[in-house]
């Protein structure tokens, strides 16, 4: 059972657009991250929501924790090759460490 | 400082073989979660572990197991290795049971044969 689904799995763009990645599901997370992982290599950290309705910007990327702590967006503008990757969100449903990870992202940048 | 460090990056065995993987946290860092990702199933939590001891498990059977020394360093020990093993072992560092922020390594890469 996923307890995190994103979408969409596969995106393909063009260099400058924007775009938008979902994680949602029905239960309540006391934190939410998103991390970027290039193939043969771990997920590298990016962001932590931990308030409903958090919102974090990392330069073009913007981050939104839903109000609800239910479900997030990863949002970049002007995407670059660079931003190729497969992106994860994963939850912490309690204040353990076991973090549940999302279906995941593969974003292709084509420049 | 350095980061998470796993050992050995690749590995194949044979099936109805053991396998043992190494974690070094970041310094300072105590707690150690072991994940396991795969095409099909994404990353799947194994355990984590605190202070020496196993805080929580994930849905996995018995011939997966861990450790954790007194210098936080992890290892995890797969045996009667099945073909279905295969996948992309990560070991994540957190400063403390309960943290919000989880930081892999690169992960070992196990082909069972």
């Known amino acids: 059972t996923q307890l995190l689904e994103q979408s969409p799995q596969f995106l393909s763009i063009q260099e400058g657009e924007n775009l938008t990645v979902y994680c949602n599901s029905s239960s309540v997370f006391s934190s939410l991250q998103w991390y970027r992982q290039e193939p043969g290599e771990g997920p590298v950290l990016l962001v932590t929501v931990v308030t409903g309705g958090e919102v974090k910007k990392l330069k073009r990327l913007t981050f939104q924790f839903g109000d609800a702590r239910k479900d997030s967006s990863l949002h970049i503008t002007a995407a670059q090759p660079g931003d190729t990757g497969l992106y994860l969100c994963a939850g912490a449903p309690n204040t353990g460490n076991q973090f549940y990870f999302g279906t995941g992202t593969s974003l292709t940048v084509i420049p | 400082k350095a980061g998470v460090t796993q050992t050995p990056r690749y590995l194949i065995k044979t099936r109805g073989q053991q396998v043992t993987l190494s974690c070094s946290p970041i310094?300072?860092?105590?707690?150690v979660s072991w994940y396991q990702q795969t095409p099909g199933q994404g990353l799947q939590f194994l355990f984590e572990y605190f202070s020496e001891t196993q805080r929580n498990k994930g849905n996995f059977p018995g011939r997966f197991s861990g450790r954790q020394f007194s210098n936080s360093r992890s290892e995890m020990n797969v045996s009667t290795l099945e073909l279905g093993d295969s996948a992309l072992y990560l070991c994540?560092?957190?400063?403390?049971?309960?943290?919000?922020?989880?930081?892999f390594g690169q992960g070992t890469r196990l082909t069972v044969v």
């Open positions: 310094s300072g860092h105590r707690s």
């Open positions: 994540a560092s957190s400063l403390s049971t309960g943290s919000t922020e989880a930081f």
